[in-house]
């Protein structure tokens, strides 16, 4: 699994174009964190109303699952850039120097393909399903009260896509720390160990004093 991770900053292009994305993927995961909250209080009101009135809200299920690329995908690339999604880090902790940086560099690359053909699937999707003359400009809608489908379908690719620019920069980060042998690039997520994990948990512990 993921280890805690931090990401070095200078002044390169590389790094400036780091923090210049870090602030979209922020403003998406902050929508991503307003979809589970929008979520939980539609839920409390279609309880709410079942219980009081016999009347749950109407839709609930399809506002569900419009919801659900929201919370799946925009975060991803945000957690992508601090480098927690799951990995094998007992295998990766073995590694130093540039062996690391290959391993990680190739891993990147294989995330990136798949990312590219996933952008193209979720965009050949999402096209199926617009269509500018049609009714709220939707060939398809939910079940319950009718709700377009296109804009959830959108979602996965414009999330993909921003995954791809950040795993370029990570590609450019990880194949620049190789080439030139950096024991602390930039632009990358750089696992700690235990006891800098500890440390960095102190830190932020007197910062609250």
């Keep these: 699994m ?98 690391l940086w290959l391993f990680e560099l190739v891993s990147v690359v294989l995330i990136l393909v798949l990312m590219l053909a996933l952008v193209w699937g979720s965009w050949s999707h999402f096209d199926r399903s617009f269509d500018f003359g049609a009714p709220l400009w939707s060939r398809d809608s939910s079940i319950d009260i009718g709700i377009p489908l296109w804009p959830a379908k959108l979602l996965a690719p414009v999330a993909f896509s921003v995954l791809c620019a950040r795993l370029v920069l990570q590609v450019w980060g990880y194949g620049r720390a190789f080439v030139l042998g950096l024991e602390h690039p930039v632009a990358v997520p750089l696992i700690q160990d235990a006891a800098a994990q500890a440390a960095a948990e102190a830190e932020q512990f007197e910062g609250q004093d």
């Design 2 to 99: 993921a280890g805690q991770a931090t990401v070095l900053e200078d002044g390169s292009r590389l790094s400036r174009l780091d923090r210049h994305l870090l602030r979209l993927e922020q403003f998406l995961a902050l929508i991503s964190g307003l979809a589970v909250f929008g979520l939980m209080v539609l839920a409390v009101v279609s309880v709410s109303g079942r219980n009081a009135i016999n009347a749950p809200l109407p839709g609930y299920v399809d506002w569900i699952e419009q919801a659900m690329p929201l919370i799946a995908f925009l975060g991803i690339s945000y957690v992508q850039r601090d480098g927690g999604h799951i990995r094998m880090d007992i295998m990766i902790a073995r590694l130093h120097g540039r062996a």
